[in-house]
């Protein structure tokens, strides 16, 4: 494929040539079909790879076993330059799917599983990458602020006035809390409570009651919809872990 203006920069790393090329070949294939803008590049040596310009690529495809550098220690490696990239792991070996968790892996397939798992890994991939990118539009006190939706940990109402609070900061407009529960709806985002609205990626744990963030926050949850809240969590933590 030629080069593409916003096309999704896709990796694939497997030592086995033959392998790197056919599942090029299968994103290639699915992407056209999809009509969704890709440029895949295959590396069948880690050093080719890591020589590369890996800050390109939004998504990469790693095995996990290779003879030089092995799919979990390279992703290590990435992580420690702040490379956050997506990382899906191929691999024959369903053994090594708990590795992924050290180096935050979005999914885990299996060679032997790929053709029934691809298709619907790869469009789950892509539909995060453009959640990656939307950004929410805070208008307040004359000004007008762009927050990404990732970076936002939860939304807190006071009356008429929202509160999004961030790692860095919080940020007040003038709505009603509601509107913004259906705007969100399919932005990873639920309502706990009357004033609250918690974004999946930040939430921790749930315990006793209240949802726990990874800002160290502690949120009360609604009694009559506590164990509803609880499925939602879990669902959404299983889609995040397994490609299965």
Request: negative net charge; glycine residues 2%.
């Amino acid at each position: 494929m030629g080069m593409q203006e916003n096309a999704i920069k896709i990796a694939v790393c497997d030592d086995e040539t033959w392998f790197a090329e056919q599942l090029k070949q299968k994103i290639e294939t699915l992407a056209e079909k999809a009509e969704w803008k890709v440029e895949v590049d295959a590396y069948d040596q880690t050093d080719t790879f890591l020589k590369s310009d890996i800050r390109q690529y939004q998504l990469l495809f790693l095995d996990v076993r290779m003879e030089s550098l092995d799919g979990i220690q390279m992703a290590r490696e990435l992580r420690k330059q702040k490379i956050q990239a997506m990382i899906i792991y191929v691999s024959a070996y369903i053994e090594m799917a708990p590795q992924g968790y050290e180096v935050h892996a979005f999914r885990y397939l299996l060679k032997q599983d790929l053709d029934r798992s691809l298709p619907y890994t790869l469009k789950e991939a892509v539909e995060e990458l453009a959640y990656r990118r939307k950004t929410y539009e805070i208008h307040a006190q004359g000004r007008t602020d762009l927050i990404p939706l990732r970076d936002i940990i939860y939304i807190e109402s006071f009356k008429r006035i929202v509160v999004f609070h961030t790692k860095d900061r919080s940020s007040k407009e003038y709505r009603r809390l509601s509107d913004l529960e259906e705007e969100l709806r399919d932005s990873n985002f639920i309502r706990i409570q009357k004033s609250y609205l918690v974004n999946l990626d930040h939430v921790a744990y749930i315990e006793k009651g209240e949802v726990h963030m990874d800002n160290e926050a502690s949120l009360p949850c609604s009694k009559e919809k506590y164990e509803e809240i609880i499925q939602q969590y879990l669902l959404w933590k299983g889609r995040q872990i397994w490609g299965f």
